[in-house]
């Protein structure tokens, strides 16, 4: 039985308060666009042989940074949507506003259009990254709410198949986009991340600049005290690419702070929040590694800024609550 992802969130109409046709039609507006990325993706490098004489390519069209593109989609299949109050990119400055009748634009759609976009040059994989948020009151707050209050997540990995993984709060559901049908199919529900290992996914290059107790935690993990099988490095350096492995395979995935980005280098609101909200309802976790009670949560950070960035370690359980202890133990 073919399955599509707007049938899956209208099946859970009876747990899922945003099972609605103005959610299920934002859902149809992000699966349109990725499905235009996609097909400019998989012509990328062509594209580019194409358009080498300048920037008109043979089509006569004005040839565009695939991100640049990616973006566009976005903004034109969700602009049109009488749901979306408004839309907030990291490739745009500000939130552009949509809807503002608060009777009918009643969600917030947050995007990173096409992450780790300097990989499509050497063929690795890419994403888009989205999280709903539902409006409250003022735009403006209702944007920088934390990320516990977001009522969907998602990610399309753009791969060797084309995947859709999203949450509406009642588990982890994975799509495969089917060519011969142009129709992202379920192939997946109630994904759960391992409770452990094997893959520990860093940019080591980074080691000697990462606060001492994170060089200590990785020493830690490949000394084998957490137990369970040895830890294999794997690093694509695109976050949707090394997080969608985790959540298959389990382990951890972490981009500390470091010299050059003392915050993080990923965004809070359209990289971290929307992967933790996944990560959790998948069984896994997900910290900024400061030093607070609950190790700091990220769907607990309060943004201050649609742009802002945070450290960012997230994955399985025992190697994330191992970091948290890692911490607690260096800062005491
Ligand atoms: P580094 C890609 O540029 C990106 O934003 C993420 O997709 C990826 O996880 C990270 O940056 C890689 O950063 O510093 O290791 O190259």
């Known amino acids: 039985m073919i399955t599509t992802v707007q049938h899956h969130l209208l099946n859970q109409q009876r747990s899922v308060r945003e099972a609605t046709g103005t959610f299920s039609r934002i859902l149809s507006g992000i699966t349109l666009a990725t499905k ?3 097909a400019k993706i998989r012509v990328g490098g062509l594209t580019n042989v194409l358009g080498a004489f300048g920037a008109v390519n043979v089509q006569g069209e004005q040839q565009q940074k695939l991100d640049v593109y990616a973006n566009e989609a976005l903004l034109h299949c969700l ?3 009488d749901g979306v109050a408004a839309l907030v990119s990291e490739e745009n400055d500000h939130p552009i506003t949509v809807n503002l009748d608060p009777e009918k ?7 990173d259009p096409l992450d780790g976009s300097s990989n499509i040059d050497v063929n690795v994989n890419v994403g888009t990254i989205f999280s709903i948020l539902r409006r409250e009151g003022d735009l403006t707050q209702s ?5 516990y209050k977001q009522v969907a997540a998602g990610y399309v990995v753009y791969g060797p198949s084309t995947v859709l993984v999203y949450t509406a709060g009642h588990g982890v559901h ?3 986009l089917d060519p011969t049908v142009g129709a992202f199919v379920l192939s997946q529900e109630q994904m759960k991340m391992p409770e452990q290992g094997p893959y520990y996914s860093t940019n080591e290059a980074n080691a000697a600049s990462w ?3 994170y060089r200590e935690y990785l020493a830690m993990l490949l000394r084998g005290e957490l137990g369970g099988k040895a830890y294999s490095a794997r690093y694509i350096g695109s976050l949707v690419a090394d997080f969608h492995r985790t959540i298959l ?3 951890v995935f972490l981009y500390p702070p470091t010299e050059k980005a003392p915050k993080g280098k990923l965004r809070l609101l359209y990289e971290a929040n929307p992967l933790a909200m996944i990560a959790e309802q998948a069984g896994g976790a997900a910290v900024n590694g400061a030093l607070s009670p609950n190790g700091g949560r990220i769907l607990d950070l309060l943004p201050t800024d649609i742009h802002q960035r ?3 370690i997230v994955g399985s359980k025992r190697e994330v609550e191992a970091l948290v202890a890692a911490v607690r133990g260096a800062k005491g």
């Open 174 to 176: 994975s799509f495969v």
């Open 79 to 81: 602009g049109q949507e």
């Open 105 to 111: 634009g009643k969600y917030i759609v947050v995007f």
């Open 211 to 213: 606060p001492a107790e």
């Open 36 to 38: 235009m990325i996609e």
């Open 143 to 147: 944007i920088l709410q934390p990320g």
């Open 249 to 251: 395979k389990g382990g």
């Open 310 to 312: 945070t450290p960012l």
